[in-house]
């Protein structure tokens, strides 16, 4: 149970994110907040000051207290962050409970950009890894067994060194959902679980005849679309060996072709593409788009609804390529300011353990990284669930982009060459240059000074040392 100090705070932090106090606004006297919250005055007021020195709010003298603008930036000691400000998941509520009873330390936070323990996804914390602490001293026993734990979602959040910035906690593969009402209406049976791309585009064809194309299909110009068919063509944007060097692979005839078979798409599918991120449209589970691209976590936002005339299929199988699909991931990671070690093995522990992996597992939001939890989530009667289970040890997320500056030059550009009518190889090589002039550019000087020959694909770069 929180002590009482805990419980002002949160009850003015509560107050804050919800808009009750909104910033600049005065906060009420002490004594009223005292007696709302059924505590002394001098409690409230060590409350007070405690977010005061958080930056939080201000106490102005012989005025009040008032909020600060900018209050949601401030990073909090005690703080959780789920994957991003403003997100309410279908099992946070019951996530929440859980943490107040296990872990009453830690205040989960909806409307703050950062916490000193958080929630993140792939992509996100491989560009920020620099931000967060090395986890590996903090593993709990048996984090290593395969027989509790899946062992190959971690591949790509340990560094050469042995390093880990970032622990799975959840994670899945994507597959196709698909309307079997709207194929029927275009004369299309199910897709088989072995279609080709060939397959796909004539089901995209058939169905763009009768449906607007953001019907047809949620294709996205955002990274997590596109990169499932670039694993799926065994192309790669930067490859890492195992000394932890690098080299840039987004001119390899794999990567082009993946290029040049997304255009294809595009075209074909008439799309405009997406200028924001977005998710899969949950309006899938009101019977409105034909087919979509996306993990288990939208699977479990489809449970107790009313329609039911849905399957899912393996992405298709694209020429000469592989089975890969990019992997979903949320992590659990630790950000550097945190300085209490007791803590950070607790967080660890409570997010790992049995308890919150069932539940999690319960509300069938992705693969719980605990294997027994992950057997006891997955309905293997029906195929629908299945495939995630069948599908999940073809998972890739091997991006392999350790800096926010590197991955704008390279997913912007990706994007465009996709969006265009360009062959795809010239625009693909002069992107490469670019991403390596700026890995170049960005290469620690001590390093320059060694002597290291840097030739036009390999870069000998330190991914912690990318800021």
Not at 85 to 108: N, S, T, V, Y
Not at 132 to 158: A, K, V
Not at 215 to 234: A, E, H, I, P, Q
């Amino acid at each position: 149970m929180k002590d009482k100090l805990s419980q002002v705070r949160e009850f003015l932090l509560d107050g804050i994110e919800s808009g009750r106090f909104p910033p600049r606004s005065q906060l009420p006297g002490a004594r009223d907040i005292a007696a709302e919250v059924g505590a002394s005055f001098l409690l409230v007021q060590h409350a007070v000051s405690s977010l005061e020195q958080d930056g939080i709010v201000e106490c102005v003298s012989r005025r009040g207290t008032y909020v600060c603008p900018g209050w949601e930036h401030r990073l909090i000691r005690n703080h959780m962050v789920i994957l991003k400000k403003g997100i309410f998941l279908p099992w946070q509520k019951g996530f929440a409970d859980l943490l107040a009873e296990e872990l009453p330390e830690l205040r989960l936070a909806h409307y703050f950009y950062r916490g000193m323990f958080e929630l993140r996804v792939t992509l996100y914390l491989q560009e920020h890894r620099d931000e967060y602490l090395d986890l590996s001293p903090y593993l709990p026993e048996g984090i290593h067994d395969e027989t509790i734990f899946f062992q190959f979602p971690f591949r790509e959040f340990r560094e050469p060194d042995g390093r880990v910035f970032g622990i799975p906690f959840i994670f899945s593969p994507r597959v196709v959902f698909y309307n079997r009402e709207m194929l029927a209406q275009c004369g299309l049976p199910d897709p088989a679980h072995d279609w080709s791309w060939e397959c796909f585009l004539e089901y995209i064809r058939k169905l763009r005849q009768r449906f607007c194309a953001d019907k047809v299909l949620n294709y996205s110009d955002d990274t997590f679309f596109w990169m499932n068919f670039l694993f799926r063509s065994g192309g790669k944007l930067i490859s890492r060996r195992p000394d932890g060097t690098y080299q840039v692979c987004i001119d390899s005839p794999e990567t082009i072709h993946a290029i040049t078979l997304l255009q294809e798409l595009r075209r074909t599918l008439q799309a405009p593409g997406a200028e924001e991120p977005d998710a899969p449209p949950a309006s899938f589970w009101q019977g409105t788009h034909a087919l979509l691209v996306a993990d288990r976590e939208f699977y479990s936002l489809g449970r107790g609804r009313s329609f039911n005339a849905w399957g899912t299929v393996p992405l298709p199988l694209l020429p000469g390529g592989t089975r890969l699909t990019a992997q979903a991931t949320d992590l659990l990671c630790v950000r550097k300011e945190c300085a209490d070690k007791n803590l950070i093995r607790k967080y660890i522990h409570f997010l790992l353990s049995k308890r919150v992996q069932n539940y999690i597992g319960s509300q069938c939001y992705g693969i719980p990284i605990r294997i027994s939890s992950a057997l006891a989530s997955i309905d293997q009667s029906d195929p629908r669930d299945r495939i995630f289970l069948e599908e999940m040890q073809t998972v890739s997320a091997e991006y392999n982009v350790d800096s926010p500056t590197i991955s704008t030059v390279l997913h912007n550009g990706i994007s465009r060459i996709i969006a265009s009518d360009e062959p795809p190889g010239p625009a693909a090589k002069r992107l490469a240059a670019a991403i390596r002039t700026v890995m170049e550019a960005l290469k620690p000087e001590a390093d320059l000074k060694m002597g290291n020959i840097l030739n036009s694909s390999d870069y000998q770069i330190h991914p912690w040392r990318l800021q």
